[in-house]
């Protein structure tokens, strides 16, 4: 067990190094100054001047150099500094990391609860018109962006309705109905964009399992149908679909951005879309990191629970390379 | 004392290209209780199906379409879906081909048994464990213990079989169904394995259904023995007779083409001629007749049904000629 | 009736789904390619009706806040919605597969590295690598397609490369490398030939992604500028103005998704053919 916790851990880390630096020189390698940006239309601009900035920026140095010097500060907990705002990088994303956490957190649940209910109701008679209901409006969810499956629900429940508030985010130390309130249309939001994913899989995941020959064996020791269903076949179909909940939080995470831009909760998404605009890499850097870390430990977590739940995880070393 | 299973008329279709087919047309059989009953048949001849239907584990589109079945003196086939779970596993218990794969792969092998015992009867877990030790042991594992915490994929495919008969016998069925059961084994393995069933059907006064495809697995196993043909029986009888003067072309045939030492190796092994039948292409006459050396003119217009001679039945019109004219085995 | 006839139907049946999904597509595509034709307006011709005017025989999607014709505007922006799409994924496709294609045959730490590098690429979300690429090459059409399509290239460089991987290892290529085949020659004849069905499902897979990506990208603000405007552009001025009017921000929505839906829809019934295929074979 500690060996296949090692082994992802391994790989877990390479991924991550590989990723953060990536992002850190395509940074680089884009064109566009962003003390140009800030300070060049200001007076006293000259050359001169912008230059000296850029040198106390850390600018000038070769990419290499610059990168270990990030990379150095990373590891201290240093994320640099804001260019807009001056700030500390690490303090600006930690401020926001609460919200989006909360936010991917109630989007897990609601679309792990929605999609496992779907998906049982569709298969009580596959093929029925419910189950090829279902289908279709799995379909359209996969083809709606997360921003459109916002605009409608806000439309619905914020401006047809009057039920939800459209915008805002209250922290919970300053009321939890008050923010819950102002967390279910995103977070419902975020769940239906990600259920169709976890409901395909886990639908084609417990069909298969269905017909297996120890689901046979199960029927036959005399197992009422939900026995059967609860114990041998949602266990067995749950393991392939763990990875795939895996990759699905960071496909949520590439959703949540736009939807915490849209409801204006101020997570990290939000601050990557604003320090985008404003042409802040420094702290786009430290959103990345932040965002990258957490999809990959995310899939780690994932990789363990799988391996926990399914025993033959642990010893078979098949690498799908 | 009554049989332990009785089934008539017993009549399970499939879909096919042409529509649905009989895979199992019409038979009817009795398993005296305390007897070891051999199913024997190619594949395709409706063996399997036969127990999955009497277990009641066949779903849409296969379809039972006629049967009364009697467990003891009590008739099963009329029993709600509901009720007869409380049969399945409890008093017919069955067990399949390839316990690897007939095992939940991410359960241990101990919870699975100890989920048997308690679906039969109300014990606390506890006591659920030291019973399943108990069977355990009696399936002759030596360290029931360690097979009690391990997964199926950590076992060897012996005592996994052994801990599924554990685990079938958890609510000391009347009747065993055995599907193939030491098919997927070597050839040790299997005869330690019947060996086992064979000495827990004495102890336990356990009735065997053994299917198999294997005639020598027939002949060194059970008591009486039924030749399944093209979703029929068309011989049954007691092992002895069947195995010395089959009374079927069929059974007979089987025998012919066997490959051990009472065999001349001087001439050519004698197969049987043709081709398996087509339940499709099933018309008013023996469907065996096509690859048949007794084959006379009645066998083409009518279906022969099963005639008994003494302790044996055999589907044949022409069964007295057969004995006459064969060797005794 | 029959087994054998329930069987002709369902293959029918599917035949008639799969070109009805790609009449769809070409419909589509040919719709909006054909904006300049089939527009009532100019796309960016103010005041030719009230403003936000609801549907009418004139103004078939009604006006937008400047009184400019939806209609005439949706299709622009769908055109140029389809380029960038179209666009992306050709530069996915050739880049990807260029990537899966030589990771495939060359194996050993090529292979690795190429393959690693994908992961690492795959794991950073979309938008966050959209969102520095675009604020810092700006945002015109001729990014966002570079952008795009290079952001979608690491998923198909996986595909090609395992779909080259099973090519080679089937019995008839090891058997013409045996006998002194080039790698590279029997991969362009022959390999190519046969994955190219898998490339095209990932095509519209891609097209649907860079769609999707667009749209995203446009209603966080970093699309086309005005008066130029993609579909995701429309939405974001349309959300901006739900108040005033429910049609600038329905039609668009609606075009995106019937939009991303007709080219995943194509992907999706080319997949199930390509599968059947594999296990009836």
Redesign the interface.
Known sequence: MRNFILRRAASSAIVLVLSVVTVFLSIRILPGDPVLLKYGAQTGATPAALDALRESAGLNHPMLVQLMIWLGGVVRGDFGTSFISQLPVSELVGQRIPATLELTFFIVIIASILSVLLVLIAIRKPGSATDRFIGYVTSIGFSTPSFIIGIILVYIFALRWHILPSQGFKPMDLGVVQNMKLMILPAFTGAMVVSPYLIKYLRTSILETRVSSYVRTAKGKGLSSSAVLFRHILPNSIVPTLTMLGMIVGFALGGVFVIEYMFAVPGIGSLAIESASARDYSVLQGVSVVVIAFFIITTFVFDLVCGFVDPRQRVLQVKSR | MSDVLRVENLTVTV?????AVAAVNDISFTIPTGTKVALVGESGSGKSLTAFSI?R?VDHPVKIQTGNIWLGNREISSLTDKEF??????EI??I?Q?PM???????RVGRQII??IQ??SNVSTKAAKIRALELLNDVGILEPEKSLNS?P?EMSGGMLQRSVIA?ALS?SPKLLIADEATTALDVTTQARVLDLIDKLAVERNLSVLLITHDLGVAAQFADEVMVMYDGRIVEKGSVRQIFTRPMHPYTRALLDSRCDDTVDYSQPIKSIPGQPPRPALRDDKCSFASRCSFVQENCLSSTPTLIKYGDTSAACFHSEKIISTSEVF | MTFEALKQMKRMKANLRGSASLILLLGTLAIFLLANVLSPYGPNEIGVGDHFAPPSGAHLFGTDNLGRDLLSRILFGGRITVLIALGATSIALILGSAWGILAGIRGGWIDEFLMRTADALMAVPLILFALFCISALGSSVASLILVAGILLSPSTARMARSAVKAELASPYVVSAVASGFSKVRLVWNEVMVNIAPQLLVQISINAASAVMLEATLSFVGFGLQPPNASLGTLILQGYAQIYNSIWFVLFPVITVMMTILVFNNYGEQLRLSLDSKRSSS
């Open positions: 879909p096919s290209f042409e529509g277990m584990l779970r409380t049969i399945r596993g409890a218990a069955m399949y390839d794969s007939t095992l939940n792969p991410i359960m989920e048997s679906l039969y997964y994929f685990m609510g």
